[in-house]
């Protein structure tokens, strides 16, 4: 069977997500409540606010459920996303899932006029990295495996079922990322 | 017109990062931070909030630099501004200011009454207001990477902010059902480029995201808005001119994720306190109109 997987939609380029899930062949879900993740086999958080999102889980108490959902099944952030898996989260210092053994640093690359479309490698082949406001890893825990690197910096990185990109790959045709989410979710199911 | 350039593409990306989103309107950093801290997506610097520049009349302008620095170093939130219609040195000390997204606005008080600014020149991406499909159509073809309602702003009524919405929806729909030799013909009705209308009738959305702004002042507008197709909210007066601010924001913010769910919207607009006062658009004079200004 195909998996489910879900795309916190709270607030973010959910959309965008839903669209690139489906090049990849998979079926994707809106996840808005606790009950919406027990629906779901693989969840992807999004870009987007982070500060929003984190009110978001806070007001409508879907923090520990989140963390216990990452606890068992494959999650995938992508920026905002990555910010909120992580261990530790720098400029300013706040609150995460800390499902993945990372530190990343808010807006390391500065405002929207740094926003920059970047080639980096990714499987030796060329890729196309679109990076918004984007955050960036300054520290990969010993079980992080980093996929993709740009100006140095790990910017896609793999640790055990989860997976962080600081960059946009649903705002690109390039669909190999989400294939790898969803092979890792249909490994996990 | 190449909507796939890297400068456009990134220009349309942060857009898409404050879909289902609250922008609120801020004049200074204590309101930015509160507005941080209720959740919203980006703030809106600007001089004064639309209700006051209505009461208080005279020449509204981008806000004071100062001002914008500091909220810009009190959130880490994207930080939006105003210029004035047609004023593109403001725009370009924006830009280099570093603002993220410039609103070239109707709320103050236009500076050319013939044209828009040429925002294809810009690094910066800028919004702006439409009432209809024609409006947004050709702010896009300006360079344009969002497009909001222009709803009546400061007024505290929805009533515009519909109107604006469902017209551009209707008006999007209808492209989608016309043939091709149509379309020639409703580009010229529409006074907009033939290439974007094509966009819209193939895909039956615009080509940047639509936003809706101007008059939404409880969390059931928010909603409201939203249902009928915005992808996120502007709100400016209805915010800092309510009793509770703060809580008020975080109840939009709800409602903008929960637009769908009415036991949550439920939940959003309890224990809110006063919306802030509404004027009737229908009583109003042309010249208080803001909506009519842009071309």
């Known amino acids: ?189 | 017109m190449d909507f796939q350039n890297d400068q456009f593409r990134l220009k349309v990306g942060l857009a898409e990062m404050l879909k289902g989103g609250v922008i609120m309107d801020v004049v200074n950093r204590e309101h930015a931070e509160i507005a941080e801290r209720a959740g919203a997506c980006a703030v809106m610097a600007l001089e004064r909030v639309p209700a006051d520049i209505r009461k208080e009349g005279g020449v509204a302008r981008m806000s004071q630099i100062r001002v914008i620095r500091e909220i810009m170093s009190a959130v880490s939130i994207p930080v939006m501004a105003k210029v004035r219609i047609g004023h593109f040195t403001e725009a370009r000390i924006l830009e280099a200011l570093g603002v993220d997204y410039i609103d070239e606005s109707e709320v103050l008080t236009p500076a050319d009454e013939e044209h828009h600014v040429d925002k294809h020149d810009f690094k910066v991406p800028f919004v702006c207001g439409a009432r209809n499909l024609g409006e947004a159509l050709r702010r896009i073809a300006e360079g344009a990477a969002m497009i909001r309602t222009k709803g009546e702003a400061g007024s505290g009524n929805i009533v515009e902010a519909v109107r604006h919405i469902r017209t551009i929806v209707k008006e999007m729909k209808q492209l989608t059902v016309l043939g091709k030799e149509e379309l020639v013909h409703e580009a010229k009705n529409l006074q907009a480029p033939l290439e974007l209308v094509q966009y819209v009738a193939e895909h039956g959305k615009l080509p940047v995201p639509n936003f809706s702004a101007g008059g939404i002042a409880t969390p059931a507008d928010a909603a409201l808005v939203m249902q009928l197709g915005a992808e996120a909210v502007f709100v400016g007066s209805g915010i800092f001119k309510s009793s509770d601010p703060e809580r008020r924001a975080k109840a939009i913010v709800k409602a903008a994720t929960y637009y769908r769910d009415p036991v949550k919207l439920l939940e959003a607009s309890e224990e809110l306190g006063e919306a802030m006062p509404g004027l009737d658009v229908t009583k109003m004079q042309e010249a208080e109109l803001m909506q009519t200004r842009g071309w």
């Open chain 1, 1 to 189: 069977m195909e998996p489910r997987i879900g795309v916190l939609a709270l607030q973010g380029d959910f959309e965008a997500h839903q669209h690139a899930l489906a090049r990849a062949g998979a079926e994707a879900i809106d996840v808005r409540t606790a009950d919406d993740l027990n629906q779901v086999d693989g969840l992807i958080i999004p870009g987007g606010e982070s500060t929003t999102m984190l009110k978001l889980l806070d007001m409508e108490n879907l923090f520990e459920p989140l963390r216990e959902f990452g606890r068992k099944k494959p999650i995938f952030g992508t920026c905002a996303g990555a910010i909120l898996l992580a261990s530790e989260v720098l400029n300013p210092l706040q609150e995460s899932l800390g499902l993945m053994d990372l530190t990343v640093e808010r807006n390391a690359y500065g405002r929207q006029i740094d926003s920059r479309i970047a080639q980096i490698e990714l499987q030796g082949e060329p890729a196309e990295a679109v990076f918004i406001r984007a955050p960036a890893i300054r520290r990969v825990g010993p079980d992080g495996k980093v996929l993709a690197k740009y100006q140095n910096s790990p910017v896609l990185v793999e640790q055990g079922k989860h997976m962080v990109a600081t960059f946009h790959p649903e705002l690109t045709d390039d669909a190999r990322i989400h294939e790898r989410f969803v092979e890792k979710v249909k490994q996990a199911s």
